[in-house]
């Protein structure tokens, strides 16, 4: 009975057993970087630019539930540092989906792909999920402007959202930042209507471009 109580656990907690995340988040660049670096698949991502530019907003959602081992056993939900992995995971499906063609050519070119790391992240926690609840991340590319391109992340529960993030990323090669728009640019998504919503998406993250402010915060009372 033990046996058979710890592998119905192992089963349904397969996304959070031992090196289960290495699989995961290596399995999505491989699914770009190999099975869809055909020309036929390049053709259809191009295809799929030019019928609507807009794409590049356009939801990478991603389903799945809740299992054991993302629960905090003090009450009994999904544990909030386990939103962090699964956030890893559809960012980088997020911005694959959305960009690998560059990404491609710049190891054509270099021999290697570029960094991108993670820079900033908030998380705001609404409802909680509970455990084998079903649930989904939509995620899209939010905006972007001289240095980072942002990410914006929904976990859903039916038709409510339950929590929300955005992520601050940037492109590296070595120490040279790469602009985003140069990223951008070269998928094809170049338009006036793209370019309007940038900009208009930009004010709502204004907060966490410059964070360095904070390091100057002072908790002590102005002398008169």
Known sequence: MAIAAAGLFAATSFKYLPFAYFFRFYAIPIKYFIFKS?????KQFKDRVH???????????????????????????????????????????????KLYPYLMDFHKEKDKYPYIPLATIGIYFMKEILPFQKYHVENRILTWDEKWIFVLSKFIV??????????????????????PAEVISS?????????????????????????????????????N
């Not at 389903?63 to 995971?89: A, I, R, S, W």
């Not at 409510?160 to 990323?169: A, C, D, N, P, Q």
């Not at 309007?196 to 904070?214: A, G, M």
């Open 51 to 97: 019928r609507s530019k807009l794409s590049l907003f356009a939801p990478v959602t991603k389903h799945t539930y809740c299992c054991p081992m993302e629960c905090d056993f003090f009450g009994f939900h999904k544990n909030n540092g386990t939103y962090q992995v699964e956030l890893d995971l559809n960012r980088t499906e997020t911005i694959l989906d």
């Open 38 to 42: 055909k020309p036929s698949d390049l």
């Open 187 to 223: 998928c094809g998504y170049d338009c006036p209507e793209v370019e309007k919503i940038r900009l208009e998406n930009l004010k709502y993250v204004k907060s966490f471009i410059d964070p360095h402010d904070f390091l100057n915060l002072s908790f002590k009372p102005e002398a």
């Open 158 to 179: 039916g038709d409510r959202t339950v929590s929300l993030s955005v992520g601050k990323l940037v492109f590296k090669d070595n120490r040279r930042t790469i602009k």
